[in-house]
Structures are given as C-alpha cells and as structure tokens.
C-alpha cells in the first residue's frame, strides 16, 4: 500500500498510525506488516484469505487509521564517539562543507532524528532529516566491512549499522549500544516512529560502556508526536 513518494514525516506518520491499527485488528490471514518511509508492506497466508478479502479488510480499516489519534512516541537517547577511528570519513565530511569537525558533531547531535524504517540488516534503522548543512553523498566505493554500531550519513539521512556489514554511508562516529541482539525481546532497540537524539561521548568513555554487560541503561523517554525538530 502506497501513501506517498517522497520521504516525508507526515506520510510516515500516516504509514506507522495504519501499521499499528492493523497490528491491533489482528486482521485473519496476514502474517506480517512491514512499514517503510512511505508505503506498507503486507504478506498474507493465500491459503487463509484471498487477495481481495485482505484488500477488502484493509479498506474498512483506512478510515479509521485517518482518525486515529497521534500516541506518544519514544525519544531515545544515543551516546556517540565520534571521529577518529571510530568515524573515519568525519574529517572529509568537514572538509566537503567547510565546517570543522566539532561543528559536524554540533550539528548532528543537536536535532531529533525520526525513525522512518528498519531495513537493509536486522535492526538498521533509516532516519532524517539531518540539517543540509551535513548532508553528504554516500561514498563512491562502498566499504566491505562497517563496525557494528557505526554512525553514519547518506545525503539527508543519518543511521546506526547493528551488525557488520558493508556498506557506504559515511562514518562520523560510532555507538556502543547494542542495536541488534537475536537473544533480546524484542530483538530491535529501535522501531519504527520513535526518535532519537545523538549525544557525543568521549573515547574512554565508549571503552568502558561497550566492557561492561548491559553497559548503558538506555534512556528512552516519551514525547508528544509531531515533526523532529527542523
């Protein structure tokens, strides 16, 4: 089901609210609901239900999800080392948009990012915007391998990589949160709708988060929904 074409929070908005309306009605025959920036994805048991009885239940539910009022969402706080090793393209990010590296850093923790969708790998979660002051091309060549919890930038999005991987975003920093983990309820530290807010920590402090078991209490709070802050 398609609700726009361009990435914009008041279409999510619109995909997330009919995603957990759905997710409520238990509607007989889907098997799973898969919300992205602007559309949502159903997989349904033909066996169970027919396309046009699933098309058919999700019409009656349409309106109502168009009533549906805004919940709260979580605000999660997520501390960051940034530069260095563990953001290596944080310098030629700088250098691209004529900022030092402490006003990249500024700049991209000083706003609260939507969570529009997870994908790519378990638990990668797609956010923006971020300012157009940072907003940097992807690389040209992308990397084979990316640390698991590396921060980085593609144009006006910003993301975390849970696991490694390849990839070719840009690297500012790095979090020692564990996004992804098989043996966690849920397995995601993310979902979509929430927001997160990125705080810098200092190397030393990264070290002795990422050391401990359950290292860092995460702090999620509750916000009002509407727009990230511009």
Not at 14 to 38: A, D, F, S
Not at 44 to 57: C, G, H, Q, R, T
Not at 80 to 108: K, M, Q, R
Request: hydrophobic fraction near 35%.
């Amino acid at each position: 089901m398609e609700l726009g074409d361009s990435i914009d929070p008041e279409i999510n908005k619109g995909v997330i609210q009919l995603c957990e309306l759905l997710e409520e009605n238990e509607l007989t025959g889907i098997e799973e609901i898969v919300p992205t920036y602007r559309s949502l994805f159903l997989s349904f048991n033909p066996l169970i239900a027919s396309f046009e009885e699933v098309a058919e239940l999700v019409r009656q539910v349409l309106p109502e999800a168009k009533r549906k009022k805004s919940a709260s969402r979580r605000l999660v706080r997520v501390p960051v080392a940034y530069g260095g090793e563990f953001g290596p393209d944080l310098t030629d990010v700088a250098l691209i948009h004529g900022l030092s590296e402490e006003e990249v850093i500024g700049i991209h923790s000083e706003r609260e990012y939507l969570v529009y969708m997870l994908g790519f790998t378990p638990g990668f979660p797609y956010m923006g915007k971020v300012h157009p002051s940072i907003a940097t091309p992807r690389l040209e060549s992308p990397r084979l391998k990316v640390p698991r919890g590396s921060v980085g930038i593609a144009e006006f999005q910003t993301g975390i990589y849970p696991t490694e991987s390849p990839g070719g975003w840009r690297l500012i920093g790095r979090t020692p949160l564990v996004i992804f983990s098989p043996r966690r309820t849920p397995p995601f530290l993310f979902r979509p709708g929430d927001y997160v807010r990125f705080f810098p920590i200092s190397q030393k402090q990264y070290e002795e988060m990422e050391s401990v078991p359950n290292h860092y209490e995460v702090e999620i709070l509750l916000r009002k929904d509407g727009p990230p802050i511009p």
